[in-house]
């Protein structure tokens, strides 16, 4: 039972995750803040402003393989059996669980109108993400222990994780060329709130038949956790009064540019390959962090063997102050050190690919041209919105640590008269093979609002849900009238 215990708390320590894949928001471009994901989308836009920490507003969550009802299900299965079939037996290495977040704490775009082919937006947003994957060989170990494994090497490299918040400061600049091509960059500085960091171990455990005793324990380890910033925040935590005053303050020092800084940017086009068909791509996030405030590293870093106590017959029997235990521990110690240190430290940013093509038909909805509209906000769209009805495909990737993770989606856009829209998904990707999304966006007056929702399906049974994921914003926007 305690084994099970051991296990259990592996998997609960996986409970959040990142996926980042915004697939509803993605070229959504009635919605200023598709630009974070292309900075060449379309901008009908004449200027935005996002209502201060409530523009974008984002949750996520993904398990691959494993689901809270594969193992608290009322199905009258021994909860030990469900553990060892769903997750030790059910898991491999490259399945993780992974949660976060983004808020964007101010947002505002604009074209001048001497310039008018130039949209400049900037901002502020924060984002936090907690990612790790099964540790498919130490899960092994701790659930039925060496004594059935002899011989089999327990790989060490199978232990990954990240967790970090940042805080991501930004300007981007969005150009029309011509009728067929908006291209668009974007500059971001990072502000690193903390980080925990262990992905490039190596190394491995095995139990083979001993000489001097029955079996030999051997580890080869080349592990290490990297963290910056996490020293602080416990101090910060610790204290009796951090709710109240330390840890604000200490949020909010590290938040701006108290922390470890980066450097990044973003790349995106929108291109029309023919009348009414787009193709769009974009680069998110390369880019860095240095971290060398407030770092602490942990390594474990060595190679040791032993087959158990050695006891010298009758010698050590006579002698009542023979450490046998203690002095097994230290050899270990010895061989294998476990040390820390503080040396700085780069990280990646996990970078980003999207792509889509599009395809628009009926009547455009909203030109200012050759029509006796009002000049309210709403009737002075250009023909920037050029669709009643859109479908199409998108690509999303996204660099983990054990490689590229895809998804693939396909989508259809509709307007209903002048005031809403609405974006369906269906997506394949680690999480779900039946990942339904539905989108709608809002423009009353000047008042834009969005609510974008993930696998709706999956509602029906939350427990069995894998993959979920909700954005919501609100924004002031003034059209274009050229």
């Known amino acids: 039972m305690k084994n099970v215990q051991i296990l259990l708390l592996a998997i609960l320590s996986m409970a959040y995750s990142h996926a980042q894949n915004r697939q509803l928001l993605y070229d959504f471009y009635e919605i200023p803040q598709s630009i974070m994901l292309n900075p060449g989308v379309k901008t009908p836009q004449k200027w935005h402003i996002g209502l201060p920490v409530a523009s974008n507003i984002t949750f996520y969550a993904g398990s691959s393989g494993l689901a809270v009802n594969d193992l608290f299900a009322d199905d009258g299965i ?17 399945d993780n669980i992974t949660a976060g977040g983004t808020i964007e704490v101010f947002s505002a775009g604009f074209r001048t109108s001497n310039n008018p082919k130039n949209y400049y937006s900037f901002g502020v947003y924060g984002e936090g993400f907690f990612l790790n994957y099964w540790p498919e060989d130490l899960a092994r170990l701790a659930f039925e222990g060496n004594a059935n494994n002899i011989g089999r090497r327990f790989e060490l490299n199978h232990l990954a994780t990240q967790i970090e918040a940042v805080n991501v400061f930004h300007f981007g600049i969005n150009r029309k060329i011509n009728n067929k091509w908006l291209v668009g960059a974007r500059a971001k500085i990072y502000s690193s709130v903390f980080e925990l960091k262990s992905t490039n171990n190596d190394g491995y455990f095995v139990t083979t038949q001993g000489q001097d005793n029955i079996l030999r324990n051997t580890i080869v380890a080349d592990v290490e956790v990297r963290t910056s910033g996490v020293e602080s925040l416990f101090d910060a935590l610790d204290d009796d009064v951090a709710q109240s005053q330390e840890l604000p303050r200490w949020l909010l020092g590290r938040s701006l540019f108290g922390g470890n800084l980066g450097l990044g940017f973003d790349l995106g086009f929108t291109h029309e390959l023919s009348p009414n068909t787009y193709i769009t791509a974009s680069l998110q996030d390369i880019g860095f962090i240095y971290h060398n405030n407030d770092v602490k590293n942990y390594t474990l870093n060595g190679a040791a063997s032993n087959e158990g106590v050695e006891i010298r017959l009758p010698e050590d029997l006579n002698n009542a102050s023979t450490e046998f235990w203690q002095d097994l521990v230290d050899d270990l110690e010895t061989l294998v050190p476990f040390e820390t240190n503080t040396n700085s430290y780069f990280s990646l940013r996990p970078t980003k690919l999207n792509a889509s093509i599009r395809k628009n038909w009926g009547e455009r909805g909203f030109s200012s041209k050759n029509c006796e509209c009002s000049t309210s906000a709403i009737s002075q769209r250009s023909n920037d919105l050029d669709y ?70 999956g509602y029906q049974n939350i427990a069995g849900m894998h993959y979920a994921s909700f954005q919501f914003g609100l924004n002031i926007i003034s059209w274009n009238d050229y």
């Open 78 to 94: 021994d909860f030990t059996t469900k553990v060892r079939d769903n997750a030790v037996n059910g898991l491999n290495f490259r």
């Open 388 to 457: 009643v009805n859109a479908a199409g495909a998108q690509l999303f990737m996204i660099n983990r640590p054990r490689g590229p993770q895809s998804a693939l989606t396909a989508f259809y856009q509709r307007r209903i008269g002048n005031f809403m829209a609405v974006k369906t998904t269906y997506t394949a990707d680690k999480y779900s093979l039946a990942n339904v999304g539905l989108g709608v966006n809002f423009q009353l007056g000047p008042v834009n609002l969005y609510l974008l929702g993930d696998n709706l399906l």
